[in-house]
T-cell receptor
Framework: SQQGEEDPQALSIQEGENATMNCSYKTSINNLQWYRQNSGRGLVHLILIRSNEREKHSGRLRVTLDTSKKSSSLLITASRAADTASYFCATDAWGWSEYGNKLVFGAGTILRVKS | NAGVTQTPKFQVLKTGQSMTLQCAQDMNHNSMYWYRQDPGMGLRLIYYSASEGTTDKGEVPNGYNVSRLNKREFSLRLESAAPSQTSVYFC?????????????FGPGTRLTVL
């Protein structure tokens, strides 16, 4: 079963608007990462947030982490058509001893930015 | 640097045929991974190699075998392909197996099993 679950499954916005995607997970984690996947391509790492961090920024990206709620959010500000992609959260499987520290990916949010 | 490369890009097999998916990285990474991605699902780990000379099962290893040929190369073999193995396969690598290391992905192999 997947550790992370993204919400919403799909999101369509206008260029210039902000896009927010959420990720919930089940077990305690050390780190949470966000990845982007353009259509027909491999995943590209966006940002990592550690379990002792609450917020992190990278350019137009803002990630928050609430370990008490076991959830994270990815905010993309001033979206562009080029942001159209699928976005995945990935958690380590701490406490899920079968997989040790390997990453477990959610099903992703499909973001479409209309120009 | 090419990063992570995968061959072939596309493949169509008949049920029962075998094939090997090739993956290579030029980043001197220790850890390598094979995932499969199915519609509406995230990536699921098939096998991984924490370091040269070691391999271990992931979440969905049945029907697959792997070989870590050297530090650069990690291949995935389907011995007797089944329609359920129709998927997009991604190879990835990271500096180590620690979860704070980002993973670098190849472009994927789209496999159809008829």
């Amino acid at each position: 079963s997947q550790q992370g679950e993204e919400d919403p499954q799909a999101l369509s916005i206008q260029e210039g608007e902000n896009a927010t995607m959420n990720c919930s997970y089940k077990t305690s984690i050390n780190n949470l990462q966000w990845y982007r996947q353009n259509s027909g391509r491999g995943l590209v790492h966006l940002i990592l947030i550690r379990s002792n961090e609450r917020e992190k920024h990278s350019g137009r990206l803002r990630v928050t982490l609430d370990t008490s709620k076991k959830s994270s959010s990815l905010l993309i500000t001033a979206s562009r058509a080029a942001d159209t992609a699928s976005y995945f959260c990935a958690t380590d499987a701490w406490g899920w001893s079968e997989y040790g520290n390997k990453l477990v990916f959610g099903a992703g949010t499909i973001l479409r930015v209309k120009s | 640097n090419a990063g992570v490369t995968q061959t072939p890009k596309f493949q169509v097999l008949k049920t029962g045929q075998s094939m090997t998916l090739q993956c290579a990285q030029d980043m001197n990474h220790n850890s390598m991974y094979w995932y499969r991605q199915d519609p509406g699902m995230g990536l699921r780990l098939i096998y991984y190699s924490a370091s040269e000379g070691t391999t271990d099962k992931g979440e969905v290893p049945n029907g697959y075998n792997v070989s870590r040929l050297n530090k650069r190369e990690f291949s995935l073999r389907l011995e007797s392909a089944a329609p359920s193995q129709t998927s997009v396969y991604f190879c990835a690598s990271s500096e180590s197996g620690k979860s704070y290391n980002e993973q670098f992905f190849g472009p994927g192999t789209r496999l159809t099993v008829l």
